[in-house]
């Protein structure tokens, strides 16, 4: 057998320590277990086993584990350690084991006498698969103000209960330097306490998602090797955004002289908790005013009496130099629960200008936070309007902080938190809890932010490229929609109208694969391709091919569909190809919908050689009708169905052509709805117009 460290234990004697580090159970993985007679052959075979190793119970009970199990080269060795086993000793270390498709499983295992069926020596063997340890896939980053300045003792174990983090706090009272805690269990750290029961405890919380509070731990450890110290313990879980157990987070204090001890400990714990409910609470969503309210109903009132969120009008609209923006600044959520204050001076949306010299600016432009004094308070409120609040502040308010929103490197504004004078002031640890949640914030709120920033750019641009104002054919009543998505970002949808020369009409309605800036960018060239094709009066399948070779160009990963459509009065009806794109609804006079069902072609930018074209006759009295798929696709329901509802909606003919537009969209689209959708209608005007 391969192995890499051993320990074994002589009868009578106590087990002797296993040499270096024989690994850890990969988090949430069965052990296995099986019997060996005095003969070696498996008499017990676990479920675990089966699962880890691959065998049957059939395929090992009964056989020499050494022929099953041993790798070929490890015999000997294996041969040795039953031997020792049987003489009463234990075995511990890691070794490797063939599984049952003939590759190593290396592992780590307990082998300890035991009793065969016969009443001989034989063994029992516990076995994990060994993996490098887990690490905490979040960062602990919020909880390091925390950590350096607590005089608590702060740990953060992971999903293995093995040590990731100890302050110096707790290194102290364990007598243990905090990087030989690191990777270890407090069994190993400290056997010296009631480790096993505070183990099981950490476990029990991680399990059932429930904090256990102010366990209590006796003992002596090497800081007082002389003396009994009695600590309480806390342990809460730590979650993602997305439910997902990271770890513990744990909290000691040392009580053995006095119950105060007992109170800080609860707070403590409060703020670890208050930390991991950030995690969950704050950026559930990409709304800018959403994640800032979020912030202020997470602070208030556990622990603090109010909060005023407010940006710099320069960050939040960085692009409009018309007006003077420098130190305006905008509030973006504010909540003040007391009755008694004038909250009507607390409106989201209002700005005011910070005062120059002020402490406002200081925040500001250093970008470090600030205790207020009583005389700062008023410099908060600048507004005349709001001299109510002013002097309620002034009378009111015990201790305040005004903390910047930095995220990445950039002060984006401030927050403004407040005790009432009524109310236990803010101490050194609350300061470090608020700066820690404020910052994990500003880095919510800008994401939303820049969201928010990419959304409106993109919607400018698609709007700018979109051609909403259809021109005035002599032979065709046109109308088209475009709308964006409501819970998506803009995408590539679009339409046009393009006048060709003899009195014909190019249609086209596309949809460019993607959202965002992005997206409508590629859009508008393929809009500009078009148009400039169109002038040279390229027909609809040579149209196509060209198009294709323009998506080509701009990347492999770039795609599109397409439809274009020739209107010719001079003979009734339209050439039209597609490339990959829906199939367009052609409405007779009498009502009658059908779909095209010529070759649909490849999507652009997949090198598609052939757009062959259909000619579809559209008299007078008939209608054609191009979309894109998010008019009918949604969640609830296949295209079938979606082609289904559009028809029905096109049947009515004798409407005007907005208003069977406006019902197409009404009875179509969820709400919200859940893709761009762009939407073009043309019906030939009657003759002798």
Known sequence: MDTHQWAGEAPEQEPQRAVGYAGVLRELLPIALWREDARGRVVEWSLAAQDLLGYLPEEVLGRPASHTLVPDGNRELADELTRRVHAGETMVGTLSVRHRDGHPVTMEMWIVPAVDPDGRPGAML????????????????????????????????????????????????????????????????????????????????????????????????????????????????????????????????DITEGQQALVDAERARQRFALLAEAGTRIGTTLDLHRTAQEMVHLLVPRLADSADVQMLEEVLHPDD?????????????????????????????????????????????????????????PELITDPRAESLRSYLVDSVGSSRLIPLVARGTVLGAVVVTRQSTREPFDEQDYVLLDELVNRAALNIDNARLYTAQREAALTLQRSLTNSALPDVADLELTGRYLPASDHDVGGDWFDVITLPEGRTGLVIGDVMGHGIHAAAVMGQLRTAVRTLARHDVPPGQMLRSLDAVVAELGEDEMATCVYAVHDPATGGCLVARAGHPPPAVVSADGRVTFLDGPAGPPLGTGGREFHAEEVPLPPGSLLALYTDGLIEARDRDLDQGMRLLAGALRRLHRPLEEICDGILAQLLPDPAQDDVAVLLARPRPTGR
């Open 126 to 253: 516990i076995a994990v698969e060994t993996t490098e340890v887990l690490r905490m896939r979040d960062s602990l980053a919020a909880l390091e103000s925390l950590f350096t300045q607590s005089p608590i003792g702060l740990a953060t174990l992971g999903p293995d209960l093995r040590f990731l983090r100890v302050n110096e706090a707790l290194a102290r009272m364990n007598g243990v330097p905090a990087d030989a805690h690191l990777g270890r269990r407090l069994t190993e750290v400290v056997p010296g306490v009631n480790a096993t029961a505070l183990e099981a405890m950490m476990q029990q919380a991680l399990d059932l998602g429930t904090p256990v509070i102010d366990a209590r731990r006796t003992g002596r450890t090497a800081a007082d090797p002389t003396r009994d110290h009695t600590w309480s313990c806390s342990y809460a879980p730590l979650r993602d955004g997305s439910g997902r157990t990271l770890g513990l987070i744990a909290s000691l204090i």
């Open 321 to 377: 130099t018309g007006v003077a923006r420098q130190g305006l600044v905008r509030r973006l959520a504010a909540v003040f629960p007391d009755p008694a204050a004038p909250t009507a001076e607390l409106t989201a949306g209002m700005t005011f200008q910070v005062p120059l010299g002020s402490v406002y600016e200081q925040v500001i432009v250093q970008g470090r936070p600030m205790n207020l004094t009583h005389a700062d308070v």
